[in-house]
């Protein structure tokens, strides 16, 4: 446990000399000024999530906000014009903040990289605050890495041709619980925007572009109203105009569906738009609706882009965008190469192909992808079908989505033993590398998030509340899904072997899976529920 010298800050962690330059007085100064400002709204914007959720287990169900009304049909305002780095946008790729993953983002000739303290980062002390350091240097061109086990030598690129940087910070559900501030853990999401603006926003300035969000797992217009206000106070503080930060919302729950004009109303003159944040859109919808029989859904791989609800979000958000003169960014491809098997491998690339054409046809302005190798992959569909820097001018006047569109569960499909096993198995090993430290885990050729073991093991826990019956006549209960369980942590042992798994995360992680899925207990993310786990020092101080 270490102590500074601003008064109310407490760090209960162990603190290096590189990570000290990242958590200066200043910056701890400035984080303390923010936190103390707008934690209380924080709070109370979380207990009004609780009390609507409680709404909505009485099976209210959510609709467009008639007191918004006035915005939504006010055609005369516009979000802010796109900036400068960010005019076109038409491939951009996510990931971790480690080193080597920062340089190859920046170099594999992606629109934009999304540098990711959220659902691809397991937020241990030494993630966060390093992967703060990775980006203070790659944005001063200064990166580099050796990589320990072939002396392989990474750095940018020489001839300045790298992609524009975009951070997204942790959630507003989310504590730093290694830095104290009057004795309350930190909000992770200021947390994060407060370190990395503080370091970076002038010298963003300087090089052309500017600081730029990604905002997640927003449920209304009042939590973005929050972002502004914290927004507009960091640009006042230290003197930087008002409006030169850029934050796209990630629409990633169905509530904040029904609010899209809303959303981008509030952050106007900070607006870059808005992303179809899909896996956590489906995780939101099973989530948000888990006593209501009628939004039962089948086999996670049965819930495509083309099902009603999913379909609709889509069209809606791309008109909403473009009515606002904001991006409409599309969603997660989240296949990587097969490298031993040619056929397999090309008919991954043939379903990138076809969902990033898909994306471009119906008007967005941009896509998503995971690994470097399919950032071509995605250029090539892009850079055929979109002759220009984006399509915002593409107006989607024939489209009507009403709240009954958003809330068509009505998917084709069934639950299957195999969709069972197979949620049950990536649950245990999305947690099981999560709880040793890694957010972004290749599991059968897909490169995967929070949002992955989310959906799992709230399918697996609606289908066991329901009594669903699947494809082959059996009844969905807790007991059948514990034994299930049971079996796929044996298939996950003969893989690795008993010294493998012996050393392995396997063992905590079936625990926290088991109270997660018998359709009783339910906790609101995974992450909060495991994030003591990977906690250092706190963890021992028992604070």
Excluded at 134 to 154: S, V
Excluded at 179 to 199: E, K, N, R, V
Excluded at 519 to 535: C, H, Q, V, W
Aim: glycine share 6%; net charge neutral.
């Amino acid at each position: 446990m270490s102590h500074n010298s601003v008064p109310g800050v407490t760090i209960l962690a162990p603190v290096n000399d590189t990570q000290a330059q990242i958590l200066s007085p200043g910056a701890l100064e400035f984080l303390a000024k923010l936190q103390r400002a707008f934690n209380p709204t924080r709070k109370s914007l979380l207990q009004r999530r609780a009390l609507r959720q409680q709404e909505l287990d009485r099976g209210v169900l959510p609709d467009f906000l008639p007191e918004t009304a006035h915005i939504r049909e006010d055609d005369t305002w516009r979000g802010a014009y796109p900036a400068p780095g960010l005019v076109d946008r038409r491939v951009e790729i996510t990931g971790p903040v480690d080193r080597k993953m920062v340089i190859n983002a920046l170099n594999c000739g992606s629109s934009t990289y999304m540098a990711d303290f959220e659902d691809s980062n397991a937020p241990t002390w030494e993630n966060n605050i390093d992967g703060q350091v990775n980006l203070r240097d790659a944005i001063r061109g200064t990166i580099t890495y050796t990589n320990p086990a072939n002396n392989k030598k990474y750095s940018l690129r020489k001839d300045g041709k790298v992609a524009t940087l975009i951070v997204r910070p942790r959630g507003w559900h989310l504590e730093e619980k290694h830095i104290l501030i009057d004795g309350t853990p930190t909000s992770a999401s200021i947390f994060d925007f407060a370190l990395y603006f503080y370091h970076n926003a002038k010298k963003l300035i300087e090089n052309g572009v500017g600081p730029y969000f990604y905002l997640p797992k927003m449920e209304c217009h009042l939590e973005a109203r929050l972002w502004n206000d914290i927004f507009n106070v960091a640009q006042d503080l230290l003197g930087v105009p008002r409006g030169t930060i850029r934050a796209t919302v990630l629409i990633e729950t169905i509530l904040a569906a029904f609010q899209m004009d809303e959303i981008i109303y509030e952050l106007r003159e900070h607006s870059s738009g808005l992303n179809c944040g899909r896996w956590d859109y489906i995780f939101s919808v099973i989530k948000k609706f888990r006593y209501n029989p009628n939004f039962v859904l089948p086999d996670r791989a049965d819930v495509t882009m083309t099902t009603p609800f999913m379909d609709s979000y889509v069209r809606l958000l791309i008109k909403t965008c473009h009515r606002r003169g904001v991006h409409a960014m599309g969603g997660m491809a989240a296949q990587i190469p097969i490298k031993n098997d040619q056929k397999a491998n090309s008919a991954a690339i043939e379903k990138v192909r076809a969902d990033k054409l898909r994306e471009v046809k119906a008007g967005h302005d941009g896509t998503w992808v995971a690994h470097p190798d399919l950032v071509k992959v995605a250029m090539e569909i892009f850079n055929e079908n979109l002759k220009t820097p984006n399509q915002i001018f593409v107006r989607r006047d024939d489209v009507n989505v009403t709240a009954l569109d958003l809330l068509n569960t009505n998917v084709r499909g069934s639950i299957t033993e195999n969709g069972i096993r197979s949620n049950i198995s990536v649950g245990l090993t999305y947690m099981e590398s999560w709880l040793r430290g890694l957010g972004c885990v290749p599991i059968n050729n897909l490169m995967e998030d929070a949002a992955t073991a989310e959906i799992s093991r709230s399918q697996l826990w609606q289908w066991a509340r329901h009594k669903s019956r699947t494809a082959e006549g059996k009844t969905v209960t807790a007991e059948y899904l514990l034994k299930l369980l049971d079996e796929e942590l044996v298939k996950l042992e003969k893989q690795l072997g008993p010294q493998k798994f012996g050393e392995s995360k396997y063992g905590l992680a079936k625990r926290y899976l088991a109270t997660q899925i018998t359709g009783k207990e339910y906790s609101e993310f995974l992450t909060t529920l495991l994030y003591d786990e990977i906690t250092t020092v706190y963890n021992k101080a028992k604070l």
